[in-house]
């Protein structure tokens, strides 16, 4: 039980200290570049989500920290994150690529369309019902020009570190060491495969809620052994997000709630397409 303690205490310094240094990256540059940033990157929605599309399905859980943190900055809208968690296979992908290196391309790209064409009806829906989501981080910028010791003790010390990483860390640390208590203990590999398949999309789909990229393992070994077809592994894939989503989950549970919700409708939605032509 230590030994679990101490590798889920190291994997979750690991996170955040990568998720410190982008939120640190996104502070300054909001501070120093906020127009210039809000021009070019949100003055077209369908821009956010080919952008946020094409960098969640780039390997490992950075880039949607990236969005993440952009989106809480309001510089990205529901879609967009949407968009990056339907697209992003997180640490999966590196396994992906070494197992199953054909069929991982192939996923990545299927990956970036339904990403975009997700965020598309996410940013829809959300308009639609009126959804509020996640409001920009209030602080208060005194001078124009961006003074170093400023940004230090206020947006980095006071803002990033104080505010955020701390509620941060307990929930990362915490969701983990859960997540590897069920995995450890708990064998569903004869329940999985003694399933139909349109049962195992369902199964897919929800086990993508989990914020572990671990879980998600399973589906590839049972792929590349032959046990399930490529829709279960699809649909399992854009449903998960790896660690991508537990950032937001110290901003606004609610959101996080909001774009699971949508995710997992969206891969269920795609699961039952596949399922019904047979693939």
Same mark, same amino acid.
């Given at each position: 039980?230590?030994?679990?303690?101490? #590798? #889920?205490?190291?994997?979750?310094?690991?996170?955040?200290?990568?998720? #410190?240094?982008?939120?640190? !990256? !996104?502070?300054? =540059?909001?501070?120093?570049?906020?127009?210039?940033?809000?021009?070019? &990157?949100?003055?077209?929605?369908?821009?956010?989500?080919?952008?946020?599309?094409?960098?969640?399905?780039?390997?490992?859980?950075? %880039?949607?920290?990236?969005?993440?943190?952009?989106?809480?900055?309001?510089?990205?809208?529901?879609?967009?994150?949407?968009?990056?968690?339907?697209?992003?296979?997180? %640490?999966?992908?590196? &396994?992906m690529l070494a197992m199953i290196p054909e069929t991982a391309l192939l996923?990545?790209?299927?990956?970036?369309?339904?990403?975009?064409?997700?965020? +598309?009806?996410?940013?829809k829906i959300a308009k639609a019902i009126k959804l509020k989501t996640c409001?920009?981080?209030?602080?208060? !910028?005194?001078?124009?020009?961006?003074?170093?010791?400023?940004?230090?003790?206020?947006?980095?010390?006071?803002?990033?570190?104080?505010?955020? &990483?701390?509620?941060?860390?307990?929930?990362? +640390? +915490?969701?983990?060491?859960?997540?590897?208590?069920?995995?450890?203990?708990?064998?569903?590999?004869?329940?999985?495969?003694?399933?139909?398949?349109?049962?195992?999309?369902?199964?897919?789909?929800?086990?993508? !809620?989990?914020?572990?990229?671990?879980?998600?393992?399973?589906?590839?070994?049972?792929?590349?052994?032959?046990?399930?077809?490529?829709?279960?592994?699809l649909v399992n894939t854009i449903s998960q997000d790896g660690h991508g989503?537990?950032?937001?989950?110290?901003?606004?549970?609610?959101?996080?709630?909001?774009?699971?919700?949508?995710? #997992? =409708? +969206?891969?269920?939605?795609?699961?039952?397409?596949?399922?019904?032509?047979?693939?």
């Open positions: 039980m230590l030994d679990e303690i101490v #590798t #889920t205490f190291l994997e979750t310094m690991k996170i955040i200290l990568i998720i #410190t240094l982008l939120m640190i !990256i !996104i502070e300054f =540059l909001e501070l120093k570049f906020e127009n210039k940033i809000r021009e070019k &990157i949100t003055r077209k929605p369908v821009n956010q989500f080919v952008i946020a599309s094409l960098l969640g399905s780039i390997p490992g859980c950075v %880039d949607s920290f990236f969005i993440v943190s952009l989106y809480v900055h309001g510089l990205v809208g529901f879609g967009a994150l949407a968009a990056v968690m339907l697209s992003t296979a997180g %640490d999966d992908a590196f &396994i996923i990545f790209a299927i990956s970036v369309i339904l990403g975009i064409v997700g965020g +598309f009806f996410a940013d409001q920009p981080c209030e602080i208060e !910028i005194h001078e124009k020009e961006l003074d170093f010791k400023h940004f230090l003790k206020e947006h980095v010390f006071g803002h990033v570190l104080k505010k955020h &990483i701390p509620k941060l860390f307990l929930w990362i +640390f +915490f969701t983990m060491l859960a997540i590897g208590f069920l995995v450890e203990n708990f064998n569903l590999e004869p329940i999985v495969t003694s399933l139909p398949v349109f049962l195992l999309i369902v199964f897919a789909a929800l086990i993508g !809620i989990i914020p572990e990229s671990g879980p998600h393992l399973f589906f590839l070994l049972l792929f590349s052994k032959g046990f399930i077809p490529f829709s279960v592994l989503l537990l950032p937001l989950l110290s901003y606004s549970v609610k959101d996080t709630i909001y774009v699971q919700i949508f995710t #997992t =409708l +969206f891969a269920l939605a795609v699961g039952i397409v596949l399922f019904s032509i047979g693939v």
